[in-house]
């Protein structure tokens, strides 16, 4: 097992994630930014950010809305490993990143459902 240098570490990488949302919800992020939503999330403890992903989901994964946002996220490869929220057996990654954290870049595509 090879073990990642302070500087890998640091080293910060550009994304290309997905968020789906409304169309209401998405004209306002696309004007003012994200806000954070929180929630448990099957845990015991509350948590608050964005849910972002390297694919688009659909509502077999929990995706709502109709609307697709792509967010070019910069991040330290260590923050990025630090929001990922990992489970066994997906076949997508998902992140709850700081709203401050994930800004869109304002690309937009509506899904007809």
């Not at 929001?83 to 800004?103: A, F, V």
Request: neutral net charge; aromatic residues 8%.
């Amino acid at each position: 097992m090879r073990v990642a240098s302070v500087r890998e570490k640091n080293q910060i990488v550009t994304r290309k994630l997905f968020h789906h949302t409304s169309a209401k919800n998405a004209a306002a992020i696309l004007k003012c930014g994200f806000r954070e939503g929180t929630g448990t999330y099957l845990t015991t403890k509350e948590y608050s950010g964005v849910w972002l992903s390297d694919v688009p989901l659909d509502e077999n994964e929990g995706a709502c809305g109709d609307t697709l946002l792509e967010v070019m996220l910069q991040l330290a490869k260590r923050d990025l490993n630090f929001y990922e929220w990992r489970e066994d057996g997906k076949g997508y990654r998902e992140w709850l990143i700081p709203s401050g954290l994930s800004q869109c870049q304002g690309d937009r595509a509506d899904r007809a459902r």
